[in-house]
């Protein structure tokens, strides 16, 4: 149909999903998690969240975008309880990516499980630019 | 990067999201609760169904759009059972905010939590201008 | 607010909902299930896949589209470990669909319930044109 996306691939999956899709002034970003680019997944929500924002920024940063462009997030996390034990964490990780004020929604849910059983969070987002 | 977005902050939280951020044509809206302006949540999906329309035509206002602008809807229930126990309260508290049969995409799923253990719905969608 | 708006809807709900609605350049899809055109759902996860692609299928095409329009996917997903047990099942009914590697994103949780007991998997996507 003749659209034109950029995407970016990563990972043993590569094959099959994109960590971003680009189309038109949106960009699309796969859910990011908190494991390194060593495959070391930290134990806290706070460390994962840190990970998993340094993450979405490379991607970003491979489309000439960084957070500012972010409009739109979804977290999913698998305790709600120790999320909020550790929001000072998580916030900061999530103002330190930002570096200001987020200018994106944010949509908080409980799910069942994540990808791999050690993940406490995911995060979901759209950016525009 | 130069992108310019409008924002709505509202709440004790409002430093670390926005409860919708409008970028060119499109409003995306944070998932919207059943917890009314005085901070009350009533106890039937029902009712908290809507509460979270009203925040959410209260929130489209602001932005000069109306629920004719929303182009897809999620919906984060924390039990289907209970959902379709009551599924004429929710789609008539649907339908009375929308005002006619809504021209919105829908997808329901069950989540482990909510950000507030009171809370049976959240509503998380999209508009577009 | 004179919005111009493209819908799609189908089955006994579609006073509700519209299993798609397309917005300039933007389809949004309501999540997809293994549920066939004859109401049965098969019991594996691969072949509900399958169904659910194949149904995709059917909205984009309404649209004019094809899976090449697709830029982002969320999995929702009953039983994780059963996904990673059937996801050359999965994976392959998803190649099949997409023709080639997908150019989409990507998210999969697991969520606590689908809309009916039977179902393992919903896919619900975005699609650009």
Redesign the interface.
């Known amino acids: ?1 003749g ?1 034109e ?1 950029k ?1 970016y691939r990563s990972g043993p999956y590569q ?7 680009q ?4 960009l ?4 990011q998690i908190g494991t390194d680019q060593d495959g070391n997944t930290p134990t806290t929500t706070g460390d994962q969240t840190k990970i998993a924002y340094s993450n979405m920024q490379s991607i970003l940063a491979r489309f ?3 957070m ?2 972010i ?4 977290l ?1 996390v ?1 305790d ?1 309880s120790e999320l909020f034990a550790h929001i000072e964490d998580v ?1 900061g990780a ?2 330190a990516a930002y570096g200001r ?15 791999q059983p050690e993940l406490k969070i ?1 995060i ?1 987002c ?1 950016a ?2």
Chains 1, 2, 3 share one sequence.
């Open positions: 149909m659209i996306k995407t094959d099959f999903y994109c960590e971003a899709t189309v038109g002034n949106v699309y970003l796969s859910g000439g975008e960084d500012s462009n409009v739109d997030e979804t999913y698998t709600m916030y999530r103002e004020a987020p200018e994106a929604c944010q949509t908080v849910v409980q799910v069942a499980a994540l990808v995911e979901k759209v525009h630019r």
